[in-house]
Nanobody, 126 residues
């Protein structure tokens, strides 16, 4: 199973970016998927996630209303649309696929994720 994240870059505060994560070797269907991020010197944190069926989402308070997670099961690709970016959004962003048993109440827990992408770096300048 491989997850290939892309779309990161250097932007200014207020700009938008869309991250993509293409999966191979495993279908999204039936599994929760999520984005996490890790800023320098900090622990990895949950950004946003979709439940197994793709109907329910959860977001970190810090990104709610600015970020939107989605996925295209036909392309086996997940996305993170990031709007109104802030310098504090600067981090390496990781996509992940959860264990089959992961439900909505668990999607914020990193240990629930079985497969991880390599990360794509986002830098937001002020």
């Amino acid at each position: 199973v491989q997850l290939q994240a892309s779309g990161g870059g250097l932007v200014q505060a207020g700009d938008s970016l869309r991250l993509s994560c293409a999966a191979s070797g495993l279908a999204f269907s039936g599994r929760a998927t999520a984005w996490f991020r890790q800023a320098p010197g900090k622990e990895r944190e949950f950004v946003g996630g979709l439940t197994r069926g793709g109907q329910n989402t959860g977001y970190a308070d810090s990104v709610g209303g600015r970020f939107t997670i989605s996925r295209n099961t036909a392309k086996n690709t997940m996305y993170l649309q990031m709007n109104s970016l802030k310098p504090e959004d600067t981090a390496v962003y990781y996509c992940a696929i959860a264990r089959r048993s992961t439900i909505l109440s668990m999607i914020r827990i990193p240990d629930q994720y079985e497969y991880w992408g390599q990360g794509t770096e986002v830098t937001v300048s002020s």
